[in-house]
């Protein structure tokens, strides 16, 4: 029988070689999806107008110009693997809210106030008890000086920065 012959396409099968099972992939035989984005004209933004399938970057971007660049007006094309391209997921919508507490611009959003009210007891009784103040004030003498709203307490200066000042209220 002629199997070269036939235009039959069952005849043609089988003459096919036949594999053991193993299936050995051709580097051009599973193309990848890009995402295709255009711009109209110069200057505007690229917008997703879909998808096509190419072995690699350069094919896609000239089936991207045949499928999409060829009907409507274009400037510029842009192909992007679809597998390179990570988006947030809808369980993360929160992170989109907007803040209208705006606490943390000023000083009362912050939790330091307790800190700061036992560092100015703990310098308080040092100052009553005449002992040396704490390590960082301790290079040099602070000066302190009694108002009638209550004790102001100049630090020295520290590494480069400027005098401190802690006003400590009645």
Known sequence: MNTKASYDPRINRIELP???GKFEEAPLEQ????????QQNR???HVHVGAVHAPNAEMALVLAKEQFGRREQCASLWVVKSADILGTSYE??????HAFD????EGHGYKVKETIETFKKELNRLLDQDQSLPKPAAQA???????ATGRVVQLPQVEGKGPRKVIIRK
């Open 18 to 20: 036949q594999n053991d």
């Open 31 to 38: 193309w990848q999806t890009f995402e295709v984005f255009q």
């Open 43 to 45: 200057g505007e933004q």
């Open 92 to 97: 993360d919508a929160d992170m989109f809210q």
């Open 102 to 105: 705006k606490s943390y611009r």
């Open 141 to 147: 003498a602070a000066q302190v000086s009694e108002t």
